[in-house]
């Protein structure tokens, strides 16, 4: 009788790293920097830990109805759902405890929420579950966020105007995609980082150490349901698009949509349109941050004529605008064409 044979796994493939986590690189990043003094990188770490209780709570969305709507009002723009609420709350919840942070400004509500940390130096933008409307149908979505370093008083309240600093003074930005695997990917404005979750072990793990989009590629994601909405020169461009025989992709959750695009090269668009004449995304907690992570990987963010990271902010906290955010040429390519049909 022969001895069945069994492989052992030799002492070099056990002794692969599983990689480095997204604490470890934070850590080292921090200790790039000497004054830095572990706020931010707490802070990075209190996202992540939110996003964490987050991976289970959408893993799950079709068990005990987690996923319902709980009413057709949010502050926002769609009927908001359970799971949508529990992203708020596990968010703000993460921000209060970990100190750092002293307000968060979340698309669930209308107002600042102040975490009672005075003395915290940082203020938090964030659509906490963007493309929650989807949730019943495991469409991906994502939770999208913004940091600023504070410029009102430290140990009095937060104020609009922390908010309202401008893209350009965003010290962090990015956002976790809930899809078929979970990554975080983030800029502190040098560069844009990707960590992919691995659920057996419950961290994120570095995947992606520098993440840049080609400066051209051949997809364009927008609701085309809106057509005969769109102002004139985001039709011909899509229309030239389509000459081109592009690729059309479109899920509806602008950190799935960007995300792809971000890899394969490509521009998502919301223009203006009947129902939203301003664009439908919010600037402060989706467009700003996005069009940094945006920058960082050399790509470009536009509202129209004018950047992203430029465009003042207004009064309005939940102020929306179009956004045109992809590859470089493309998006260039879309504002000559804004530019010249504002001339
Ligand atoms: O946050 C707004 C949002 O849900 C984005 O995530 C998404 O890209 C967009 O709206 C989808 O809008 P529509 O359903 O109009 O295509």
């Not at 893993?59 to 926002?76: D, F, N, Q, Y």
């Not at 410029?151 to 937060?158: D, K, M, T, W």
């Not at 085309?224 to 102002?231: I, L, S, T, Y």
């Not at 939203?276 to 940094?292: D, Q, T, V």
Request: with cysteine; aromatic share 10%; proline share 6%.
């Amino acid at each position: 009788m022969s001895t069945p044979t069994t492989t052992l796994p030799t002492h070099d493939e056990l002794a692969t790293p599983v990689g480095t986590t997204l604490e470890r690189y934070i850590m080292r990043k921090q200790a790039e920097f000497p004054f830095a003094t572990g706020e931010l990188s707490q802070l990075l770490r209190d996202i992540a830990l939110a996003s964490k209780i987050m991976v289970r709570e959408v893993s799950r969305a079709g068990l005990s109805s987690l996923a319902e709507t709980v009413g057709p009002e949010g502050e926002t723009t769609a009927p908001r759902h359970r799971l949508g609420e529990e992203a708020h709350i596990r968010f703000v919840r993460a921000l209060t405890n970990g100190g750092e942070c002293c307000a968060v400004l979340s698309e669930a509500r209308p107002d600042i929420i102040e975490t009672g940390n005075q003395d915290g130096k940082y203020v938090v933008a964030l659509n906490p579950l963007n493309g929650s409307v989807s949730l019943d149908f495991n469409v991906s979505t994502g939770t999208i966020f913004s940091i600023y370093r504070r410029v009102s008083r430290y140990g009095g309240p937060a104020r609009a105007e922390d908010f309202t600093q401008g893209g350009r003074a965003q010290v962090a930005a990015g956002y976790i995609l809930y899809g078929s695997s979970v990554m975080l990917v983030y800029t502190t404005g040098h560069g844009v980082t990707g960590f992919t979750y691995e659920p057996s072990l419950g961290e994120f793990f570095l995947s992606h150490p520098k993440l840049t989009i080609p400066a051209q590629g051949t997809v364009f994601s927008c609701n085309e349901g809106n057509w005969f909405d769109f102002p004139e020169f985001a039709r011909s461009f899509l229309t030239t698009c389509k000459e081109r025989r592009y690729t059309a992709r479109y899920v509806g959750s602008l950190a799935a949509d960007y995300h792809r695009n971000l890899f394969t090269g490509g521009i998502y668009l919301y223009p203006p349109t009947g129902e939203w004449p301003s664009g439908k995304l919010r600037l402060l907690y989706e467009c700003y941050p996005i069009a940094f992570v945006t920058e960082q990987a050399g790509g470009v963010a536009v509202t129209g004529a004018t950047d992203v990271l430029d465009v003042p902010p207004s009064q309005d906290l939940h102020q929306r605008v179009p956004l045109f955010v992809g590859s470089a040429e493309l998006v260039r390519e879309l504002q000559a064409a804004a530019a010249a049909a504002a001339a």
